[in-house]
């Protein structure tokens, strides 16, 4: 036996563009004592709601620790159903499974409605898990160019050209990580007309769909003459600021529930119990709450755009929503990774390879830190950036 071996799934799995690169030599630094502008960080750094802090001790202390109903407190499906139907999204507790996190959630529904060698399109650039996870599920990735301006464009001559016999899922992400960006509603439009009545899933994960500025959220799940097609996946994770809590949640059509949970159950079994106790308090109470880090994200986002205006040529498509910005910096000549690394070293602000995302240079900058050092990382980043596109000559 080779106790070396590797299953070729996850060999296939390689976290490629930069991404581990760039924490690793930022954590490096960081034990040296340099400071470090952590703008690659893809997570709030607010506190969890004190509602959902409190209902999940109490949770513990009356000893609701054990093994919860496989798809999801009922308590916790009735507040999710309340709180979608606040924007608009009608949903019925008996069609959602709550999952360790929109992660699981889209790993259980990978894994349960495909088969292997089975194709997915994913619109890019994209979350970095959307890839690897169709190879670990045995699915293939097809990648599909969006195009990135003032919205998130659906391109749907190019989705068509993609489509093939094997294509059995569509996925899309609005607010977009890594670009900010949103799907617009004659884009969607155009979607839910194009994939209306074919054998073809459309994945919609909304994670961001709470942290969104000046704009309307356009959710797949409004077009009724899909509804039989559309599988959505949320998060407790950016709408309260609860990352480690692992509590997601996918709403499907009522004849694939049993196959998800099934899925589901082969994975985690069932959510945490706490966890699930407390993401239903924020669900009932918090919403004021997550308005109020959304106000807060975007006074971040205009001192990250007002500082990229003095880069030239660092173009970026309109961050509406998430807490992202994807500058380009083709101008520079030199590839994402080495500009993340150089960046880093000099002035100690991390940002992210686009690459990691399926997209060519462009970085992406996170604004989750507190605002303050977000102007000071910023106006570093504006220096550095200048710096290279002296030495470019341009
Ligand atoms: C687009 C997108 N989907 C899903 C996830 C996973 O979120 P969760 O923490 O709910 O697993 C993330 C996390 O960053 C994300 O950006």
């Not at 990352?243 to 079994?269: D, E, F, N």
Request: charged residues 25%; contains cysteine; aromatic residues 8%.
């Amino acid at each position: 036996m080779n106790i070396h071996k590797k299953s070729k799934r996850i060999s296939q799995c390689s976290f490629e563009g930069g991404i581990r690169d760039i924490f690793e030599a930022a954590l490096k630094l960081q034990s040296e004592g340099k400071e470090i502008f952590h703008l690659e960080i893809g997570e709030p750094d607010f506190d969890s709601p004190i509602e959902a802090r409190q209902a999940c001790i109490e949770a513990i202390n009356s000893s609701r620790t054990h093994y919860t109903s496989m798809n999801g407190i009922p308590e916790l499906r009735k507040a999710i159903v309340d709180h979608e139907a606040k924007r608009g999204v009608l949903l019925d507790p008996e069609n959602i499974v709550v999952t360790c996190g929109a992660e699981e959630a889209l790993m259980a529904l990978l894994l349960g409605l495909l088969d292997q060698g089975d194709e997915v399109i994913l619109i890019t650039p994209c979350y970095v898990a959307y890839k690897e996870q169709c190879y670990f599920a045995g699915v293939v990735p097809v990648e599909v160019p969006a195009d990135l301006g003032e919205y998130y464009g659906l391109n749907i001559d190019r989705i068509s050209a993609a489509v093939t016999e094997k294509t059995k899922m569509i996925m899309i992400n609005s607010p977009n990580n890594p670009s900010g960006c949103v799907v617009n509603r004659s884009d969607m439009e155009k979607l839910v007309d194009f994939i209306k009545g074919k054998d073809i899933w459309l994945l919609t994960d909304e994670c961001y769909s709470a942290i969104i500025y000046d704009e309307e959220h356009v959710s797949s799940l409004k077009y009724p003459q899909v509804s039989d097609q559309v599988l959505y996946v949320n998060s407790v994770s950016k709408t309260f600021a609860m990352t480690g809590w692992r509590i997601g949640y996918a709403s499907m059509p009522p004849q694939v529930v049993p196959c998800i949970a099934k899925s589901h159950l082969m994975l985690t079994s069932c959510a945490p119990s706490f966890s699930q106790y407390g993401a239903a308090e924020a669900f009932r109470k918090s919403s004021d709450y997550t308005s109020l880090i959304c106000g807060e994200f975007k006074k971040r986002r205009d001192v990250v755009v007002s500082a990229l205006r003095q880069c030239p040529g660092a173009d970026f498509p309109s961050p509406k929503g998430a807490f992202y910005v994807l500058p380009s910096i083709e101008r520079l000549g030199t590839t994402p990774l080495e500009f993340a690394i150089g960046l880093m070293n000099k002035f100690g602000v991390a940002v992210t390879p686009g690459d990691a995302f399926g997209i060519k240079n462009r970085v992406r900058i996170a604004y989750t830190i507190d605002i303050k050092k977000i102007k000071r990382a910023m106006e570093l980043f504006v220096v550095y950036y200048n710096e290279c596109l002296a030495k470019t000559g341009r």
